[in-house]
């Protein structure tokens, strides 16, 4: 049962951390953690607290995280998009690789 439960847990962290979230220290002590300073990274509290990364943009319609505050194009990352609407439609925003803004103030973006 207990194998079960770690591999559960394993799965988990997986898929949540190739989805670009977060994944708290805890959730599975076998699991590599996040590299915050590669690929595309937003945080909170002006460059403080790591919101979400994601490694390898690809171009794709992806929302916003609500509560970032900054963003940093570590590697790879030429330009983040960002939309106020939900499907990246509307007036695109160009924020660079180094900005910071209001939490909610996008809800969608592109990064290539």
């Known amino acids: 049962m207990r194998r079960t439960a770690l591999r ?3 799965a988990l962290t ?3 951390t190739a989805a670009g979230l977060a994944v ?3 959730a599975a002590s076998a699991a590599p953690a996040t590299n915050w300073e590669t690929g595309l990274t937003f945080y909170g509290d002006e ?3 790591p ?3 994601f490694p390898a943009p690809d171009g794709e319609c992806t929302p916003f995280p ?3 505050h900054t963003l940093v194009g570590w590697s790879n990352v030429n330009n983040v998009i960002a939309y106020r609407t939900d499907d990246c439609s509307g007036q695109p925003i160009a924020l660079g690789t180094l900005r910071s803004f209001q939490p909610g103030e996008y809800a969608s973006f592109t990064a290539f």
């Open 8 to 10: 559960a847990a394993l």
């Open 47 to 49: 460059f403080m607290t």
């Open 24 to 26: 708290p220290p805890d």
């Open 51 to 53: 919101v979400a990364n």
């Open 66 to 68: 609500a509560t970032a």
């Open 14 to 16: 997986a898929v949540a």
